[in-house]
Every structure is written in C-alpha cells, then in structure tokens.
C-alpha cells in the first residue's frame, strides 16, 4: 500500500500534508510524484498565497524515503537514478513554489523529510522535533542533487555533522545549526504555524514574490546588474504598491489583490 499526499484549501492557504500510515510519512514513489504535481498546480493557482507542508499526526514530518522500495526502486543505477529524477522533480517543485512556503514539523524529519523542508521558506518546529539523515548507517550515500538544500540551508560543515555522525538533532540544536526557523512547544506549533500564514497573506502578494526572488538571487556571487536593479522597481507599476501607500495614508487595512 502506498502513501499518499494531501491538498486542502482554506481560503488563501493551502495545506498538503504527507500521508503514509504505519510508516511514519515516509515518502514513497508515487507519493514524491504527487508532490510534484501538486506543487506545480499550487504555484501557478494565483488564488494561493501561502503554503503549509506537513505531516499528517504529530508522531512524523517524514520519517525519510520509504526503505521497503529500495529493494525494487534502487536495485539498479538506471532504478536509482530514475527513483532520484523523480524525489529531485519534487524537491525543485517545492523551491520553486510561487508562494511563500512553511514546513510544520511535528515529530521526526528525517532523511528525506529534512531535504522536504530544507526546500520551503520557514521551518517553524515542536519542541519535541527531531532531525537527522542517518544514511550512513544503512550503507548509502546522500544524492548529491538532493543534498544541494541542506548544503544552502545550513552550509557545509552542518550538512557533514549530519551525514558522518548520522546523529539525530533535537529542536534546539537544529535552531541553533540553522536547520529551522522557529521552535514552538508542542501544543502551539499548529496555531503558530498557520498565524505565520495568516501574517505572510496579509501582505502584498507579489512583494511577497519578488522578496524570493531577490533574497536567492543574492545568494550568487554575481553583482547585480543595471538592468536587474533597475527591475528591483518593477513594484511602482502595480496597483498593490498604489494599495498600500493609500491605506496608509488613510490609516486602514490594504486590500492586496496580487496586481
């Protein structure tokens, strides 16, 4: 029996949610599929303006990739490097998801669950979360494309803590590596979770857009150039810049619309 992944709307927030009873959310085959799908349909839906990734439960965000599959899914290099296309297909999916993104982590986020949420923009944690990619002990490596989050996430000498330890992380040491956002106790993590939603949707939808945009283009070690600068301005042409600079003036909510 496989997983599978979940899609609920609530007004302008989107929640999927990793379901695989009994495996604690590992993420099989189909169910990397599937996210991929999902993102893709989610970021091009302009009705969307935040996303929350979780787990379903609170025992597990994801408790890696679904083992029981290697035997079939990676018993070859054309298996594996088919299998990995397929998990990296959604990785990049998740990263490149138009909307601000958070994952809300209960439990363990392990494996391939951590490189899920090292794609999406906040990581807000319970306490009792835990985090780890003990792979070495099950005698194989991290795919290199897929370590490629944790590596821009938490840097180098993290990533290979995590991986030459193969150590399980609790929430405050994972805040402190810069794994996570935010720690929350267990009982608020939910509700913090979907108020820091309710905050990002409460802004400007294209700022909202292009503060991703601009914060990973600086990451690259290439000046800006004239005419990216120049674009920086592109928010003078909106009807939400106008929107907001009125509605403060006026002193009353904005009402955004993402044009």
Request: net charge negative.
């Amino acid at each position: 029996m496989t997983g599978s992944i979940l899609c609920i709307r609530a007004q302008e927030i989107a929640t999927v949610t990793l379901s695989n009873p009994g495996k604690r959310n590992a993420v099989d085959h189909a169910m990397w599929q599937e996210i991929a799908a999902i993102f893709g349909n989610l970021s091009a839906d302009a009705g969307v303006r935040c996303v929350v990734l979780r787990g379903e439960g609170t025992q597990a965000f994801a408790a890696g990739g679904d083992i029981d599959e290697f035997l079939s899914r990676r018993d070859t290099l054309e298996h594996a490097m088919a299998y990995h296309a397929q998990a990296g297909a959604a990785l990049q999916a998740v990263f490149d998801c138009r909307q601000p993104t958070i994952a809300l982590i209960q439990g363990a986020c392990i494996g391939g669950g951590l490189e899920l949420a090292a794609q999406c923009d906040l990581r807000i944690c319970a306490a009792s979360s835990r985090f780890g990619a003990p792979v070495n002990k099950l005698g194989f490596s991290m795919y290199p494309e897929e370590m490629l989050g944790l590596l821009r996430l938490a840097g180098a000498p993290t990533v290979l803590e995590i991986l030459l330890e193969g150590r399980i992380l609790d929430a405050t040491e994972a805040l402190a590596k810069g794994l996570v956002t935010r720690v929350v106790a267990d009982t608020e993590v939910v509700a913090e979770a979907y108020a820091s939603a309710r905050r990002i949707c409460e802004g400007a939808p294209l700022v909202a857009g292009w503060h991703k945009q601009w914060v990973r283009r600086l990451q690259h070690d290439v000046p800006l150039s004239e005419q990216e600068l120049r674009a920086s301005f592109a928010f003078l042409d909106s009807e939400d810049y106008r929107e907001g600079l009125a509605a403060f003036l006026e002193r009353r909510e904005p009402k955004f619309r993402g044009r």
